[in-house]
């Protein structure tokens, strides 16, 4: 969605397919754009990055959103995040590609990269198979935060495809076992990112299956929108001390301290987590030939490019096909006893 800084009140903006015509949103808008241009990026480059904010707090994910505005406009002000330029494919074969974000805006390069994803699923009848179903897959290195995982796998699931979407982070988690920590330009910084998984899947009527997760119990942000409004406790297995301990002080986990994989400790099954984003860090970082692991920048740190890496994949079309059937008649039987 493109929406000029010129705007009068009747004018309209599409969300998640829901409309919203209160100027709020449209002040918002301008807002993000004005940040980005006071900093020299790119408008088109803007408008992506307004889009996803917006987004993000339209949905819920507040700290996806507008609170993370300065982060983007402090990479972008420094130089760490470009301020223009386009991804470029170094390697195709096929249903797969191999692409350098060029250092872009996060969602300059996962909006990319989805498409590609996309297209290849459109143009291509033969990929990687499973049970009928062709895969297609683009790794990107050399590219940075891109907020919520859910926004481009929604992108492929509009167009009637399964979309999945993975991306390595800072490094923030301290591994089940693990109490980790290594001098950094003085700072302590932990081994593993909170590494988003999603997947989103079409279903008859309407109906879909939407996972967007951290594999941590919470994402980072989520503490910070907590200290933000006054908490002094968060729940257990959010977050550690310093040394790895668990605790439930936010400002502890916020100063030097770090997250709990998913599942917490161990005897609560965090090692389950720990599993889950070092999975990621591999289709990542390691399949796309960019930062993983403790080599990735600090976060809010800006004296090196994040070099960060999103793994993105869909399948062809669900929806001319049984599975579409089978997947809503799952759900509904999933979510029958569920409240309204």
Request: with cysteine; net charge positive; charged share 20%.
């Amino acid at each position: 969605m493109i929406i000029k800084k010129q705007f009068n009140h009747t004018e309209e903006v599409v969300v998640s397919k829901k409309e919203v015509s209160t100027p709020i949103v449209f002040q918002l808008r301008v807002f993000v754009l004005e940040c980005l241009d006071k900093v020299g990026c790119s408008p088109s480059h803007a408008q992506q990055l307004a889009d996803i904010l917006i987004c993000s707090d339209y949905r819920g994910h507040y700290s996806h959103g507008l609170n993370r505005l300065n982060i983007y406009v402090e990479d972008v002000a420094t130089g760490a995040t470009a301020k223009e330029g386009e991804p470029v494919i170094l390697r195709e074969k096929g249903a797969t590609a191999w692409v350098d974000g060029a250092n872009a805006l996060g969602p300059v390069v996962g909006n990319y990269c989805m498409r590609l994803a996309v297209k290849k699923a459109k143009d291509f009848g033969v990929g990687g198979t499973m049970n009928g179903m062709h895969f297609r897959w683009v790794v990107v290195r050399n590219s940075n935060h891109f907020g919520i995982a859910g926004w481009y796998a929604q992108y492929a699931m509009e167009m009637g495809m399964v979309g999945m979407a993975f991306t390595n982070t800072s490094p923030c988690v301290f591994p089940t076992r693990s109490a980790e920590k290594i001098n950094y330009h003085q700072s302590i910084i932990q081994s593993l990112g909170s590494n988003p998984i999603c997947m989103a899947a079409p279903a008859e009527g309407g109906d879909s299956f939407f996972l967007d997760m951290a594999s941590t119990t919470v994402a980072y942000g989520k503490i910070e929108v907590a200290e933000k409004r006054g908490a002094t406790r968060i729940p257990t297995g959010w977050g550690a001390t310093p040394d790895g301990i668990e605790t439930t002080d936010p400002k502890v986990v916020l100063r030097g301290g770090g997250l709990q994989p998913l599942g917490g400790s161990e005897p609560t099954g965090g090692y389950k987590g720990t599993g889950l984003c070092m999975m990621v860090e591999i289709m990542c970082g390691i399949m796309a030939g960019s930062a993983f692991g403790k080599s990735i920048r600090q976060w809010k740190t800006t004296d090196t490019p994040a070099d960060l890496l999103i793994f993105d994949l869909c399948t062809g079309s669900m929806l001319h096909c049984d599975r579409s059937r089978l997947l809503c008649s799952w759900i509904r039987r999933k979510t029958a006893g569920f409240p309204r």
